[in-house]
């Protein structure tokens, strides 16, 4: 009991303000991303990023196009997210090891729990980020084989070239899903990578983590939106 009465009271009552702003001003301009992304997602990189992601995968599957391979453009993408995961793991179990260190459990304790959680949690969704891409990579270039009849010796001998079509779609829409969903994913990694870093600036001040988040949400706002006026 008097561990816990000590963390409540270890930061006085203006830096349990900075940090209570501080968490409010990020939670608040991310359901304000998300309700754009929703309203008008044609201002917002997320969503702008999945339409043209969605137009890429149509046209690599399109009859007669050019011989892309989607992996070797993932390629940079696939990089970042694996390196992401492995540092975000390592930093993780570094955190973790400080954590139990902690002769009591005050505040500090559970400010080191907090980052560790964040981090795993962050390189739990690269990680998944990694599989999707490598699995879109592999259904798209499938459908395209099957498309130009790279394939024929495993189809059946008199498959139409209408069940073909409709097998290519089926894939389409397969690499399409895989696609969105590791770009959410690596998009809200990096988020829950930002906030592990707000944190960690909550341990040293409350008010460098408020001076800090409001610039994190100034800076960020601008890199969330496309830059060329669009109508949503």
């Avoid at 501080?22 to 754009?36: D, G």
């Avoid at 189809?155 to 397969?174: D, F, I, T």
Wanted: hydrophobic fraction near 45%; glycine fraction near 4%; aromatic fraction near 14%.
């Amino acid at each position: 009991m008097n561990n816990t009465s000590s963390t409540l009271t270890t930061f006085s009552k203006a830096e349990w303000g900075y940090s209570i702003a501080a968490a409010a001003l990020f939670f608040i301009y991310h359901i304000i991303w998300i309700i754009e992304n929703k309203c008008c997602p044609k201002r917002v990189n997320l969503t702008y990023d999945l339409y043209t992601r969605t137009k890429w995968i149509k046209f690599l599957l399109k009859e007669h196009s050019k011989s892309i391979l989607i992996v070797q453009t993932n390629r940079n993408l696939i990089t970042g997210a694996a390196i992401l995961a492995t540092a975000t793991m390592t930093v993780g179990f570094f955190i973790t090891s400080l954590a139990i260190d902690q002769t009591t459990r005050d505040l500090r304790y559970h400010q080191y729990l907090v980052m560790s959680l964040l981090l795993f949690t962050g390189f739990y969704l690269f990680a998944i980020t990694v599989v999707k891409l490598a699995r879109s990579g592999y259904v798209v270039y499938n459908g395209r084989e099957e498309y130009e009849g790279h394939d024929l010796e495993e189809q059946p001998p008199r498959a139409s070239l209408e069940r073909q079509r409709k097998e290519v779609k089926r894939k389409r829409r397969v690499a399409v899903n895989l696609l969105r969903s590791a770009t959410i994913h690596f998009s809200i990694g990096l988020r829950v990578v930002y906030l592990s870093l707000l944190v960690a600036s909550w341990v040293f001040s409350p008010l460098a983590c408020f001076v800090i988040t409001f610039i994190f949400v100034i800076v960020t706002y601008f890199q969330d939106h496309v830059i060329v006026s669009l109508k949503c």
